[in-house]
């Protein structure tokens, strides 16, 4: 049974920082690609980062790309989001998810990819 548990959300100020994690069990972490969502009130969920297997390719939304940074650790079998940056549009709920079994450099962007999810760690951004 695949698991995957966020950490690291919180409350912070504009302009500050938070780091995410998400240490995954159950399955060999470093045959899985990797992504971030996020889910704003009243909106759907959204593509936010994405790390192939390998950790060799990246891909960002356009609206976090230059102040969040993906990166794995293969041996804690744990990922991350390092948020930088951030802006009161940056609330939301934040979730990991996993698809096993991609090739070595595959990112995926969509949710429909993903087969595995956390349940998700809030993180709000005060004005």
């Known amino acids: 049974q695949v698991q995957l548990v966020e950490s690291g959300g919180g409350l912070v100020q504009a302009g500050g920082s938070l780091r995410l994690s998400c240490a995954a069990s159950g399955r060999s972490f470093s045959s899985a690609a990797m992504g971030w969502f996020r889910r704003a009130p009243g909106k759907e969920r959204e593509f936010v980062a994405a790390?192939?297997?390998?950790?060799?390719?990246?891909h960002y939304a356009d609206s976090v790309r230059g102040r969040f940074t993906i990166s794995r650790d293969n041996a804690k079998n744990t990922v991350y989001l390092q948020m930088s940056s951030l802006k009161p549009e940056d609330t939301a709920v934040y979730y990991c998810?996993?698809?096993?079994?991609?090739?070595?450099?595959?990112?995926?962007?969509?949710?429909?990819?993903?087969?595995?999810w956390g349940q998700g760690t809030q993180v709000t951004v005060s004005s």
């Open positions: 998810a996993a698809n096993f079994g991609v090739s070595t450099y595959v990112v995926l962007t969509t949710t429909s990819s993903y087969g595995f």
């Open positions: 790390i192939s297997r390998s950790g060799g390719s990246l």
